[in-house]
């Protein structure tokens, strides 16, 4: 399974932005997608995540209020919805894969996205 991240850009604090997430190969559909971040300095933090069937979501606590996650299956594509960025909202931006039960365990996952930076400007 491959996972082509993309949408990220300069977005001034406030406004939103939403990142997109492809999947490609074989049983794609198969695996959980989350998505991580990681500012420089910083540990890679769980986002939030979507079962395969596109059913279930979880969020970061700190994050639900403003992130979105969602699913197309038919397109294969995972998006990450998000508005009223602050400022430490900036980072490098990753999807991955892997099982529901382990998705928002960094070291448990099964495939990375390359990453999508977010820069968030005052």
């Known amino acids: 399974v491959q996972l082509q991240a993309s949408g990220g850009g300069l977005v001034q604090a406030g406004g939103s932005l939403r990142l997109s997430c492809e999947a490609s190969?074989?049983?794609?559909?198969?695996?959980?997608i989350g998505w991580f971040r990681q500012a420089p300095g910083k540990e890679r933090d769980f986002v939030a995540a979507?079962?395969?069937?596109?059913?279930?979501?979880t969020h970061a606590d700190s994050l639900k209020a403003r992130f979105t996650i969602s699913r197309d299956i038919g397109e294969n594509m995972v998006y990450l919805q998000m508005n009223s960025l602050k400022l430490d909202d900036a980072a490098v931006y990753y999807c991955a894969g892997g099982s529901w039960r382990l998705i928002k365990v960094v070291s448990r996952i099964d495939f990375w996205g390359q990453g999508t930076q977010v820069t968030v400007s005052s």
């Open positions: 190969g074989r049983a794609a559909n198969k695996y959980a």
């Open positions: 979507i079962s395969p069937s596109g059913s279930i979501t």
